[in-house]
């Protein structure tokens, strides 16, 4: 069965340092989204990403984070300058139609 | 908010038993997706129901679906200590939106 992948599976980083999360989504997919998941807490949304553009963004999702979709594989987010808040699980998600939103497995962001 | 509210919040069965866990949410769906997350890890796609069905079967998993009640139910049949994990139920509205997630139902199946 197609899945979602992500890489790497757990980035450490400096306090103010950049981080780029890359996800592959399911090929014939048309809808992306970003959510996270700070340890204890609920799966939280971020962005979703339709057409090559954002349709909706959260709260979270201020001027530090962006996303793009370089090559027509790759789901990609960018954490600008990234703070000990950030430190979480991020999950790429994607989707056909009106079907089954799929997850990749997360990456594990550990900001020291 | 479309996210689905799962009751209980927690739940400790032994194995073998079935466990029940129920959903609500507040607007028209196009579907319902029920996951599964273990300890730390991602988000595993358990089943689907759409609008117009009232009951799906995946396995030892049955669905429900009470459109006019806003309300879901998941059952787990015959558990097994593999099945101890976290539940949501994510409410799908249509389009490009989103599917939104609650506290979940914290499962313990007790071998």
């Known amino acids: 069965e197609p899945e979602v992948t992500q890489t790497p599976s757990h980035q450490v980083t400096q306090m103010g340092q950049e981080v780029i999360l890359r996800c592959v989504p399911i090929s014939n997919h048309l809808y992306f989204y970003w959510y996270r998941q700070i340890l204890g807490q609920k799966v939280e949304f971020l962005v979703s990403f339709y057409n090559n553009e954002i349709s909706e963004k959260s709260e979270i999702f201020d001027d530090q984070f962006s996303v793009e979709r370089p090559d027509g594989s790759n789901f990609t987010l960018k954490i600008r300058s990234t703070k000990l808040e950030d430190s979480a699980m991020y999950f790429c998600?994607?989707?056909?139609?009106?079907?089954?939103?799929?997850f990749g497995p997360g990456t594990r962001l550990t900001v020291l | 908010s479309q996210q689905g509210e799962e009751d209980p919040q927690a739940l400790s069965i032994q194995e073998g038993e079935n466990a029940t866990m129920n959903c609500s949410y507040k607007?028209?769906?196009?579907?319902l997706q029920w996951y599964r997350q273990n300890s730390g890890r991602g988000l595993v796609h358990l089943i689907l129901i759409r609008s117009n069905e009232r009951e799906k079967h995946s396995g030892r998993l049955r669905v429900t679906l009470d459109t006019s009640k806003k309300s879901s139910s998941l059952l787990i049949t015959a558990s097994r200590a593999a099945d101890t994990a976290s539940y949501f139920c994510?409410?799908?509205?249509?389009?490009?939106?989103?599917?939104?997630f609650g506290t979940g139902t914290k499962l313990q199946v007790i071998p």
């Open positions: 998600a994607s989707r056909y139609g009106t079907d089954t939103q799929y």
């Open positions: 607007t028209s769906i196009n579907n």
């Open positions: 994510a409410p799908y509205p249509g389009g490009y939106q989103k599917v939104t």
